[in-house]
């Protein structure tokens, strides 16, 4: 075993100490090139799990991630050939399994493992925890599609929140200039990674929703921020980040890190784009192209007038083909007025015997309606004057009865209404008697 094995196999071996006589003088590039001999014979091939961050994959086709766990972290290359002879998806915060073969990259002289095979294990913990955070947010209903609403066609302001130091702003301005140049941009700066991002993230949503309210600008926000690692995108999976986000007055696009990375304001904002620029060019329509769809409007509109000035010409001359020698025309249209005029005529007579008879009809009618009522309230007179006749008290008095009133004019009908020496007035069917009470007895057998 070599020295450098030695080390490697057994770090807490005494180290003697060093002295200027102890070894020859390496050169850079033949220790690196000697450091990996002995990783490669020491270790190759070596299996390694652990979870991908700062995925990066090139235009070459070439991936480059980073594999750790809680203990440390390594780079790792995996190149095309390997990646296509076993294709598998790989993603930020994926737990892995990977088997390669160490090796030392001379250039910057870091410890790599080349990626021959890869197959998953399992989540990572961060991946777990943006599922978790995922999936609790969507049973709240923050992420159903039937809140997202449509960017305006031609918003009349923009609105960015994002670092001030970030180049998702640069990008976004500079697209913005070169699109939009007339719109007004309204920037709401806060800090897009650390611990402290999602509570000033949330702020400045606060303020750009302020400004909306009280004038109606900006007319669409952008939430924006540059590509990163799992960690580095953590804030905008923030639930509080995502609450916010879900009250915005206004329509939200999302354009938070590169196409592959994916992060919780995506699920809510209104729209998401794969970059800050795409952000910007989704509710900034280019000027250029503008003009371009109005010329070919105007175009069309030019050669449409023209067709339906030729169309008209055509029927117009089509037209004067029809009416012929004008005295002719006229003689025929002076004999369709005198048949018309004849015709008027006979049908305003015809109108005026139908309405005449009409009349007669109604009156008769009327007439017959007079009788019958008048002869209905004549029978129910009678009827009501024989049962008058019924009611008059002189017939009850015919058959012995009489009617006894006191001097007063009151009916007497008991005989404790009176009192002895009483004058009354007995009436009887025919006349009247003047009485006077001899005596008053109230018992019912007398």
């Known amino acids: 075993m070599s020295g450098l094995e030695g080390a490697v196999g057994n770090p807490m071996m ?68 390997a990646a296509e002879a076993r294709p598998v998806v790989l993603r930020e915060g994926m737990r892995v399994e990977v088997l390669g073969r160490l090796d030392v990259y001379a250039q910057r002289g870091d410890l790599q493992l080349v990626v021959e095979r ?45 670092s001030l130091d970030a180049a998702a702003l640069r990008d976004v301005a500079t697209t913005l200039a070169r699109r939009v140049p007339h719109l007004p941009v309204w920037v709401y700066p806060a800090p897009v990674q650390g611990a402290e991002a999602p509570a000033q993230l ?45 009250q915005a007055p206004m329509p939200v696009v999302c354009g938070v890190g590169h196409e592959t990375d994916v992060t919780l304001a995506d699920f809510v904002a209104d ?18 192209l503008l003009q371009q769809a109005l010329q070919r ?6 050669e449409a007038v023209w067709r339906r000035l030729d169309t008209q010409a055509q029927t117009l001359d089509r037209l004067a083909q ?30 005026v015997d139908r309405q005449r008879q009409q009349l007669l009809q109604r009156q008769q009618a009327w007439q017959a309606l007079l009788r019958r009522d008048r002869e209905r309230h004549h029978q129910r007179l009678m009827r009501w004057q024989a049962q008058l006749a019924l009611l008059d008290p002189r017939l009850v008095l015919q058959r012995g ?21 009483e004058a009354l007035q007995v009436a009887l069917a025919r006349g009247a008697l003047d009485v006077r009470v001899a005596a008053v007895r109230n018992d019912a057998s007398a």
């Not at 978790?132 to 918003?155: C, N, V, Y």
């Not at 729209?271 to 900034?284: K, Q, W």
């Open 271 to 288: 729209v998401r784009a794969p970059t800050p620029t795409a952000a910007a060019e989704l509710c900034a329509p280019a000027t250029q």
């Open 322 to 351: 029809r009416l012929g020698r004008p005295a002719a025309r006229l003689g025929r249209e002076q004999a369709r007025l005198l048949a018309l005029e004849h015709r008027v005529r006979a049908a305003a007579v015809l109108r």
């Open 118 to 162: 890869v197959r998953p294990a399992g989540q990572g913990s961060l991946y777990e925890q943006f599922l978790q955070l995922k999936a609790a947010l969507a049973a709240e209903g923050w992420f159903d599609t039937a809140r997202k609403r449509p960017l305006p066609p031609f918003p009349a302001s923009i609105g960015v929140v994002t």
């Open 401 to 421: 009865y009489a009617l006894v009133t006191d001097a007063q004019g009151r009916v007497v009908t008991r005989a404790d209404q009176t009192r002895a020496g």
């Open 14 to 81: 005494p180290r003697s100490p060093v002295t200027e006589d102890d070894g020859p003088v390496w050169s850079v590039g033949a220790l690196v090139t000697a450091v990996a001999d002995a990783v490669r014979a020491r270790f190759n091939p070596v299996r390694v799990q652990g979870e991908i961050s700062g995925y990066v994959r090139a235009g070459s086709g070439h991936a480059y991630f980073t594999l750790k766990d809680a203990q440390g972290q390594l780079r790792c290359a995996f190149f095309r050939r």
């Open 202 to 246: 949330c702020a400045a949503l606060r303020r750009a929703y302020q400004d909306y309210r009280a004038s109606g600008a900006p007319a669409v926000l952008l939430l924006v921020r540059g590509g990163g690692s799992l960690e580095d995108l953590w804030a905008f999976n923030d639930p509080e980040l995502v609450r916010t986000l879900a």
């Open 297 to 302: 409007q105007a175009e069309r509109l030019h």
